[in-house]
């Protein structure tokens, strides 16, 4: 905490309550936020964290409670939230795709004006990155469009923390790092701490226990809507962060089967990528990890293979082919439909008698999945869109795992799912594995590689060292991202 921090809280938000229809999204949230802290924000998956984002924010009016920025109770809504300081970098990226960086710049910040405010905007945002992100390589001319989505995060950050008139007070992260890897993550939390340190104030929320435990100064924890735990953060560690979250803490049960590959051929192999590095193979029932830093290939091999293997893959045999997006409003969700009609459709055959879907067993489908992964709602057929992010993650991982594919791809699926899920969602790749799936998994984080049987590490597009079993190390993984040479 900064000495000098203001003693008025830059945001204080006292018994607040939200409903949505029967959901009580928040039911007596208290929140207080002070200046030069770094505040950790977890919970469940539809425990209320972006709710209460909406509420600090001023987007959202709770229908309870009383909010007052600076001491003041008096005001109200989005600008006088934004003229109290408070920024936002939302969980749903929100950047326009059809303007370029600049121009969002001057979205968000309107006091840019005059003949050259774009050259100004481009000072600025670049300066801001190249502070933050140091290396990114983003030119800021380009259409928000053409970048990846670990680009559009950088971005998105880089654009909040920007001061053209007004300094920023307060800074809500909401998972800001679920699609960087871990350099780009490391970068962004020393960053974090440099701006905390310097006076300023953050709001982080993240699943990732491991960059709320070492960033903030106190941690909330929130479950159900209300505020559970609120101490802190050299009071918790991970163990006692799941517990207070609700979750129950499992020693890994991902049983790593070192031999499916043994007496069998593969049932996939690549050529190297381009004709450089290593040749790509999956086996019958392998959990195949893709690792390396975001954006260095392994996005586009899943969608390569997607495409190739929807297409022709084993005719006449069961050799259908799953796929689970990593950015879920691109290429996830139908935003229109209900939630069981979001999980079913890649099923509908299964589903179907006489080319007619049976509604009894998509009902089935439904309730069963439900139940497996928690989806947190009242209603199956409510729209995709009342859920909370993590809850929509899980939906388009149980449209994977209902299918009877034999292979699933899944590009970094995680994003924004809670721990006790995550949990849940291994043990069933595991069991699936075993009775011979096989799963192709890019993962951002380095605790999921692990769980891996073998694991193909890319740079530059390239396949640049396999490792297998023991040999999947943290060290390993980044040895061969950044030297390209076999770990
Ligand atoms: N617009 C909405 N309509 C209906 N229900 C909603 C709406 N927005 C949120 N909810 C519900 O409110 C509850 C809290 O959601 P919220 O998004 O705040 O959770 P969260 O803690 O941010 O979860 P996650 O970790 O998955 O992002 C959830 O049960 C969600 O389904």
Same mark, same amino acid.
């Given at each position: ?124 945002? $670049?300066?801001?990155? &190249?502070?933050? =992100? ?8 380009? *259409?928000?469009?053409? @970048? #990846? ?97 609700? $979750?129950?803490?499992? &020693?890994?049960? =991902? ?8 007496? *069998?051929?593969?049932? @996939? #192999? ?218």
């Amino acid at each position: 905490m900064n000495e000098d921090a203001e003693t008025k809280p830059v945001v204080s938000a006292r018994g607040v309550k939200v409903q949505f229809g029967a959901v009580k999204a928040l039911d007596g949230a208290d929140l207080v936020i002070n200046a030069g802290e770094c505040i950790g924000l977890v919970g469940h998956n539809g425990a209320g964290k972006s709710t209460i984002v909406n509420v600090l924010n001023g987007s959202l009016g709770p229908h309870e409670g009383t909010i007052a920025y600076n001491g003041d109770e008096t005001a109200r809504g989005i600008n006088a939230a934004r003229g109290h300081g408070i920024r936002c970098v939302f969980q749903e990226l929100s950047l326009s795709p059809n303007l370029t960086i600049v121009e969002n710049m001057r979205v968000e910040h309107r006091d840019l004006s005059g003949w050259n405010w774009r050259s100004q905007a481009a000072g600025i945002v $670049s300066a801001k990155l &190249d502070e933050i =992100f140091v290396g990114h390589g983003i030119d800021v001319m380009h *259409t928000v469009g053409e @970048l #990846s989505i670990a680009e559009r995060q950088m971005v998105e950050i880089a654009i909040v923390f920007c001061t053209v008139e007004h300094e920023p007070k307060l800074i809500i992260l909401d998972e800001p790092t679920s699609s960087l890897d871990a350099g780009l993550a490391g970068q962004l939390m020393a960053y974090v701490r440099k701006y905390v340190d310097a006076g300023g104030s953050v709001l982080l929320i993240s699943h990732i226990l491991g960059e709320i435990l070492s960033t903030s100064d106190r941690i909330v924890v929130m479950k159900d809507g209300k505020v559970v735990a609120d101490r802190p953060a050299k009071e918790f560690s991970t163990h006692g962060l799941v517990q207070a979250m609700g $979750s129950v803490v499992k &020693d890994r049960d =991902f049983d790593r089967n070192k031999n499916r590959t043994a007496d *069998t051929s593969p049932i @996939l #192999s690549l050529p190297a990528r381009g004709g450089k590095g290593l040749p790509f193979a999956a086996y019958k029932g392998e959990v195949i990890g893709l690792a390396g830093l975001g954006g260095h290939g392994q996005t586009d091999m899943l969608l390569e293979l997607y495409r190739a293997l929807s297409s022709d893959w084993l005719p006449g045999r069961q050799g259908r082919i799953a796929f689970v997006a990593g950015d879920r409003s691109l290429n996830g969700t139908f935003p229109l439909w209900s939630i069981l009609k979001n999980l079913s459709i890649a099923s509908l055959t299964d589903l179907s008698e006489k080319f007619l879907v049976n509604r009894t067993r998509e009902d089935g489908l439904g309730g069963d999945w439900k139940s497996r992964i928690e989806i947190r709602t009242p209603d199956m057929t409510n729209g995709i869109l009342s859920l909370s992010g993590g809850n929509q993650q899980k939906v388009l991982f149980a449209r994977a795992l209902a299918t009877t594919s034999s292979m699933v791809l899944m590009d970094d699926p995680m994003r924004g799912v809670d721990i006790g899920t995550k949990q849940e969602v291994y043990s069933i790749l595991n069991h699936e594995a075993a009775g011979g799936r096989t799963f192709i998994w890019y993962s951002t984080e380095m605790d999921e590689i692990r769980l891996c049987d073998r694991v193909y590490v890319f740079r530059s597009g390239a396949i640049v060292s396999e490792l297998v079993g023991d040999a999947i190390t943290e060290e390993n993984v980044l040895a061969a991202s950044f030297s390209g040479e076999d770990a």
